[in-house]
């Protein structure tokens, strides 16, 4: 039992870059989410998910997509990476006492 | 909407002295109420939550919170720190949607 998987740990962008973190639970919990962490500012919303197939937008969307084909996988896709978005990003999944599990992040630098 | 406060961003106790963390809340639906801790380059785990049973809720590592309604108040309390006390502390409540929400975080000094 993995918990909550992201890829990659550390990761450089040159500004106007897209990538793709990637994010899996092996819990079977069908709410999932995106959180970016900055000094300071406590972790906040990107995108949710409650189920494959839905999602929607939380505190901070703008600039990141997702999308959710299956129940195991949430990828969040940075379409074209600016210095703003410089940040650690964390994946959660939740289960049904409302307890989120988080993943070990990926840290984001876009130059 | 709901939201969360942490009273200090940072926190310095002595070793063996009591750790207090302020977190208070306001939540439109029943809340759940979390406290995470997040170690140096660590995601975030699971200290302790509230799910509307006992009002005391106790954790991992010595940590306990007591929820107090008329307060809105959710505060983090150790009686006597450790050194491997030295940490991130955020306190989160369930709102609507089921969504949480994060305080800005505490960080904690433990000094010898």
């Known amino acids: 039992n993995a918990g909550v998987t992201q890829t990659p740990k550390f990761q450089v962008l040159k500004t106007g870059q897209s990538m793709t973190l990637q994010c899996a639970q092996d819990?079977?919990?069908?709410?999932m989410s995106w959180y970016r962490q900055d000094p300071g500012m406590g972790l906040r919303l990107i995108h949710y998910?409650?189920?494959?197939?839905?999602?929607d937008q939380g505190e901070v969307p703008n600039g990141y997509n997702v999308s959710r084909s299956t129940t195991e996988d949430f990828p969040l896709r940075l379409l074209s990476a600016a210095p703003s978005q410089t940040s650690v990003y964390f994946c959660?999944?939740?289960?049904?006492?409302?307890?989120?599990?988080f993943g070990p992040g990926t840290r984001l630098t876009v130059t | 909407a709901q939201s969360v406060t942490q009273l200090g961003s940072h926190v310095s106790v002595s070793e063996g002295a009591l750790v207090l963390l302020r977190c208070n809340y306001s939540?439109?639906?029943?809340?759940?109420l979390f406290w995470y801790v997040q170690y140096p380059n660590q995601g975030l785990q699971l200290l302790l939550k509230?799910?509307?049973?006992?009002?005391l809720v106790k954790g991992i590592n010595g940590f306990e919170a007591e929820f107090k309604k008329s307060e809105t108040s959710f505060h983090l309390t150790k009686p006597s720190a450790h050194m491997s006390d030295a940490a991130e502390y955020f306190c989160?409540?369930?709102?609507?949607?089921?969504?949480?929400?994060f305080g800005g975080g505490t960080r904690v000094l433990v000094k010898p």
């Open positions: 998910s409650v189920g494959a197939g839905i999602t």
């Open positions: 939540s439109s639906v029943p809340p759940y």
């Open positions: 959660a999944s939740q289960d049904a006492t409302y307890e989120q599990y």
């Open positions: 989160a409540v369930r709102g609507a949607g089921n969504k949480l929400t």
């Open positions: 819990m079977n919990h069908e709410y």
């Open positions: 509230y799910t509307s049973a006992a009002t």
